[in-house]
């Protein structure tokens, strides 16, 4: 087994789980729980497409720049888009956030499947075109060894991850704007009775949540496939991983910038060890497993600073008491 | 923070809770919605696939009920949707956030189906069938415990374990499929593997899954209504220091429901394996789990209503399913939106939007309220609560067309905008034109 190339594609592939978790943990915070972010990470894939699709049908010539801009700031729309209609459900409609995170993903997959079946073929040459430049942000990697593999060998999107999980870190623990969507997440009435706006929180919270999630759907596609997922199962079973790991991680974006990393390397792992077919589902079951064993741990020790927001699925109601 | 003080405004509603609206006005607005979002989606399937939306709804009952077979079918999906949302109706009245009823499901199937494939050989057909029944329901309880014990004990986060639990069972699924099946294709066949064992057929191979359907319907019924062990559950359900104050014991009645809910996800995984398909693969709950929970929820965990509610999704599964349409997605995108159309009408059924009023009209209003309100006959009252929400609903449709105009106009410039500045940048090629439309479309959707 190598492990400089294990190491390595470890970490590129955990920007699919770093963004979705990372876009889970900030809704999350603000006491939602969003079931529907798998359904949101296809969105945000297919947005991707629809992006590169009219940047490709458009161009001339294709330069690096609007060919990452453009797939980029439909994804960034379409995940933002279905996390507000989520929202709107949620907070303006007052209804369940099971059901309704559980109707999102439904929807989500079949829209983004739609979507893909209606644009056609070109999508996939669309893709194809853009993908490089996704890739390999930095040429001079290969001359620096095992150590340009490990640390710059990865497209713009794997870095983007990482600096999206700390700004998340950094505003959620120093900032007063992180204090106060804590708060909402805790105890919304306390916050309200504060003078902090619950409803403008967990709005503003759930749609850029939601948008940072749709970025993994991008970067599988983009990325790491450079290809359309025609099923969509990975896509989907990617995003439930992707909400295991807010748990794993004890809702800390920092931590979950190794957690992504260690949820990536045993998902691939089965590829790098010679095993049989059925050793490979043993070994893909250990992401849920540890999340599991996280999950009854820390509800077991009590610990305060690692519990889940304590509101978290929970709808707010001034009116209620 | 210092503000300038402004003056008091009342914001444009606000929103009060109401419980009193009668159950005909209630059952109205659900239908009246229900018709309403097909007709949506009929037109929306006219803008999208071009089928005008009388063809459309047409096509749904002609792809439900066309044949004998389709019925059976229907009714074959509906039985097995009912049972794990009739699983799922205890755990969710006690709050308790059972979303693994596809794992629970799914390990009801694989001790079936692990039954017929070691004890198929060696045993007597009818002995067979008693194991396989009793390792499902056993499996199925299982799986539904395990999360159970941590809240109980630890007040486990359920919603996140019972939803890993689902991924833990298609691995394992998946796994023993594996190790059965020797040629590496993967599937797991009733004949050569599964040593041809199935549950017996009574004279149609779907009425032994219908039976059960309609017995656990009955029998969840009374459950819920009538026995001790409902009573205690909603109690729960409803606060548990409530159910500790009254000497209920929380956490064996939490145990206890979860068992019973597992048991039964685990009885539609026997039926599932050892009636219907005759083998078992990750895909054999095909996510109704997940659609379980809707089923239940927008039944209000009254079996009753539920077994309209799981009607309404396998009708509208199976009739766009008929289509026949190049674009297979169509299904979910339609379900998605009829059921967000109930989701949030249930909004309006449960709270009241008080729209503000000027001022002049304020005190006019506040001169009725203020008339003594119990001289007033039923009837009276009654014709004032309709006049309201006349007046509620005039109103909302009234800002609602002009939000929608407003952003209409809005996205309409925006994009006429941002092509033209597309022009600017690229040259244009006619494929722009579909691309415009389709954004457009995304919109509507959203």
């Known amino acids: 087994m190598n492990i400089i190339a294990f190491l390595s594609s470890a970490i590129r592939f955990s920007a699919v789980f770093l963004f979705g978790s990372t876009g889970e943990t900030i809704t999350e915070k603000s006491g939602h729980l969003n079931l529907g972010t798998p359904g949101i990470m296809c969105m945000g894939a297919i947005g991707g497409c629809v992006g590169a699709n009219i940047y490709v049908s458009n161009a001339n010539t294709i330069h690096a720049v609007p060919a990452i801009l453009l797939p980029l700031l439909f994804a960034l729309l379409f995940a933002g888009l279905t996390g507000l209609l989520y929202c709107f459900l949620t907070v303006s409609l007052r209804s369940n956030q099971n059901v309704t995170g559980l109707m999102i993903t439904t929807f989500g997959v079949g829209l983004a499947k739609f979507i893909k079946a209606d644009l056609g073929e070109s999508v996939d040459a669309a893709i194809g075109a853009v993908c490089t430049h996704f890739r390999n942000l930095f040429p001079f990697a290969d001359n620096l060894g095992w150590f340009g593999e490990i640390f710059f060998s990865y497209g713009i999107l794997v870095y983007l991850a990482i600096a999206v999980a700390v700004a998340t870190a950094i505003i959620l623990k120093k900032t007063r704007v992180g204090l106060h969507l804590r708060a909402v997440g805790e105890n919304p009435a306390t916050a309200d009775a504060a003078g902090i706006n619950v409803t403008a929180y967990r709005y503003t919270a759930t749609v850029v949540g939601s948008a940072v999630s749709g970025l993994g759907g991008l970067f599988f596609i983009f990325d790491y496939m450079g290809a359309w997922d025609s099923g969509l199962t990975s896509t989907e079973a990617l995003g439930w991983l992707a909400v295991a790991l807010v748990i794993f991680t004890v809702w800390k974006p920092d931590l979950g910038i190794l957690g992504s990393i260690l949820f990536s390397a045993l998902y691939l792992l089965p590829n790098f060890v010679e095993v049989s077919f059925a050793m490979r589902d043993l070994f893909n079951m250990l992401p849920y497993i540890v999340t599991i064993v996280v999950l009854v741990l820390t509800s077991m020790r009590k610990k305060r600073e690692s519990q889940p927001p304590a509101n978290l699925g929970l709808n707010y109601f001034r009116e209620e008491r | ?446």
Not at chain 2, 51 to 72: M, N, Q, Y
């Open chain 2, 1 to 446: 923070m210092h503000k300038i003080e402004r003056p008091m405004r009342d914001p444009l509603f606000h929103i009060s809770k109401r419980d009193d609206m009668s159950w005909k006005k209630r059952f109205l607005l659900r239908g009246g919605v229900i018709l309403f979002s097909f007709l949506f989606t009929g037109i929306l399937s006219w803008i999208l696939i071009g089928v005008d939306p009388f063809t459309f709804i047409g096509k749904l009952f002609e792809g439900t009920f066309g044949t004998s077979r389709r019925i059976w079918l229907l009714l074959r999906n509906l039985a097995i949707l009912l049972c794990i949302a009739l699983a799922l109706a205890p755990a969710f009245k006690m709050r308790f956030w059972n979303i693994g009823a596809e794992g629970q499901v799914l390990m009801g199937g694989l001790a079936t189906a692990i039954c017929m494939y070691y004890l198929g050989d060696k045993l007597p057909e009818p002995v067979v069938w008693l194991f396989m029944v009793v390792a499902g329901i056993l499996a199925g309880a299982l799986w539904a415990v395990i999360p159970a014990i941590c809240k109980a004990y630890w007040n486990t986060n359920e919603t996140l374990f019972t939803l890993m639990m689902n991924y833990v069972a298609i691995q394992l699924v998946s796994f023993f499929t594996n190790v059965w099946v020797k040629d590496g294709s993967g599937v797991l066949k009733n004949a050569t593997h599964l040593n041809g064992i199935k549950l017996p057929e009574l004279g149609n191979p779907y009425l032994l899954t219908l039976l059960v359907a309609v017995l656990l319907t009955v029998g969840m019924f009374i459950y819920l209504k009538y026995s001790k062990h409902g009573y205690e559950l909603s109690v729960v359900g409803e606060s548990e220091n409530t159910a500790r104050y009254i000497g209920i014991n929380v956490k064996k009645v939490i145990i206890r429901t979860m068992a019973l809910s597992g048991a039964i996800c685990g009885i539609t995984g026997v039926l599932l394996v050892g009636a219907i398909n005759g083998s078992v693969t990750t895909a054999t709950v095909g996510g109704q789990g997940f659609t379980g929970i809707i089923v239940s929820w927008l039944g209000k965990f009254n079996p009753g209503f539920m077994v309209l509610t799981s009607f309404l999704v396998i009708f509208l599964d199976r009739g766009t399913g008929q289509l026949n349409l190049t674009n297979n997605a169509f299904p979910a995108i339609v379900t998605g939106i009829v059921i967000f159309f109930i989701i949030g009408c249930e909004f309006f059924i449960s709270y009241r939007l008080k729209f503000r009023k000027k001022k002049k009209q304020e005190g006019e209003v506040l001169q009725t309220e203020d008339a003594p309100a119990a001289e007033q006959t039923e009837e009276a009252k009654e014709r004032n609560l309709l006049q309201k929400i006349g007046d509620g609903a005039k109103n909302c449709v009234l800002t609602a067309a002009r939000g929608v105009k407003k952003g209409a106009l809005f996205i309409g410039n925006q994009t006429a905008k941002a092509f033209r500045k597309g022009k600017d940048l690229f040259k244009k090629k006619p494929k722009e034109k579909a691309e415009e439309t389709q954004t457009e479309k995304e919109e509507e959707d959203v």
